[in-house]
């Protein structure tokens, strides 16, 4: 899958959030691009921002949630915990989702960046 078959997602705003997110992510060398959604989720996408190719797709959730297979849970030092899942099935969260628009966009980096990228090292590629 590349990203840009993401575009046809229907929420609002998302094809300016991965337009912009992936020319950040290839210009800093990234390849984690987080996407804030409305009701409070983030979306996460890992892939290869040179070619597009997506390799994994992650939402996570501050409370625990059937959203796909449990990836792994991430508390923010002093703050926040957040439960991860690897989305299995991209039409079935999209439709269980509804219609929702996109707060904000930014490249994953520091903590949450090794954290994620130490987690998926080694795992097969979904898309």
Same mark, same amino acid.
């Given at each position: 899958?590349?990203?840009?078959?993401?575009?046809?997602?229907?929420?609002?705003?998302?094809?300016?959030?991965?337009?912009?997110?992936?020319? %950040?992510? $290839?210009? *800093? &060398?990234?390849?984690?691009?987080?996407?804030?959604?409305?009701? =409070?989720?983030? #979306?996460? @996408? +890992?892939?290869?921002?040179?070619?597009?190719?997506?390799?994994?797709?992650?939402?996570?959730?501050? %409370?625990? $949630?059937? *959203? &796909?297979?449990?990836?792994?849970?991430?508390?923010?030092?002093? =703050?926040?915990? #957040?439960? @991860? +899942?690897?989305?299995?099935?991209?039409?079935?969260?999209?439709?269980?989702?509804?219609?929702?628009?996109?707060?904000?966009?930014?490249?994953?980096?520091?903590?949450?960046?090794?954290?994620?990228?130490?987690?998926?090292?080694?795992?097969?590629?979904?898309?």
């Amino acid at each position: 899958m590349k990203v840009k078959d993401l575009f046809s997602l229907p929420w609002k705003n998302m094809d300016r959030a991965l337009e912009y997110g992936v020319e %950040e992510c $290839k210009y *800093l &060398g990234k390849t984690l691009l987080g996407i804030t959604l409305s009701n =409070g989720l983030g #979306f996460i @996408i +890992y892939f290869n921002p040179y070619s597009e190719e997506i390799y994994r797709i992650l939402i996570m959730s501050p %409370e625990k $949630k059937e *959203l &796909g297979e449990f990836f792994g849970v991430f508390k923010y030092e002093g =703050g926040n915990t #957040f439960f @991860i +899942y690897t989305v299995t099935n991209l039409t079935q969260i999209v439709n269980s989702l509804g219609e929702i628009e996109v707060n904000s966009v930014e490249v994953i980096k520091d903590v949450f960046e090794d954290f994620l990228l130490e987690a998926l090292a080694g795992q097969r590629n979904i898309y």
